[in-house]
């Protein structure tokens, strides 16, 4: 069974550039999240989706962060413009809608800010 | 702010040797769980204990919830050098939000 992808991997930028990150859930997994998670602290999450709809993005800074699933499937985080702050590994996952407890993560995506 | 705190930060031991790792939360909760997190990798999901649960067990893994105290442990039983990873705990509120402690490093040392 395929997992949750994520890409890049790796991304580094220099601070007020732009950078988008892009996530595919595992199949029939109609709840999607972003988290972030800071070094040394644990994943914050940033904003919940079910099927294209956002269910929770109460800690999404959306002066500078936004996310979409158009199509209910993949999904985009955008960061624009970047801050020095903003360096942390982004880590999406997926779950059945009638599991939320049960989330499976992507491989997740470090951001560095210069 | 993050809603489990967790002691220790980092524990180092011997192969063989029991680990101990305990989370504290805030609120009350529906129900806890346990992730580990290899270095450079995704979360995976250990082991989850409901709020009416106070022990359960997986493999190596023993968890206790003692919610009074608002507290959970996790106890890895003949630790291996391929547990060293951090973990952490995860709390489910009302709704479907998960948060996350700051997590326990822990070393296994061959």
Known sequence: EAGVAQSPRYKIIEKRQSVAFWCNPISGHATLYWYQQILGQGPKLLIQFQNNGVVDDSQLPKDRFSAERLKGVDSTLKIQPAKLEDSAVYLCASSFVAKPSEQFFGPGTRLTVL | ?110
């Open chain 2, 1 to 110: 702010s993050q809603q489990g705190e967790e002691d220790p930060q980092a524990l180092s031991i011997q192969e063989g040797e029991n680990a101990t790792m305990n989370c504290s939360y805030k609120t009350s909760i529906n129900n806890l769980q346990w992730y580990r997190q290899n270095s450079g990798r995704g979360l995976v999901h250990l082991i989850l204990i409901r709020s009416n649960e106070r022990e359960k067990h997986s493999g190596r893994l023993r968890v206790t919830l003692d919610t009074s105290k608002k507290s959970s442990s996790l106890l890895i039983t003949a630790s291996r050098a391929a547990d060293t990873a951090s973990y952490f705990c995860a709390s489910r509120m009302g709704g479907n939000k998960l948060v996350f402690g700051a997590g326990t490093i822990l070393r296994v040392k061959s």
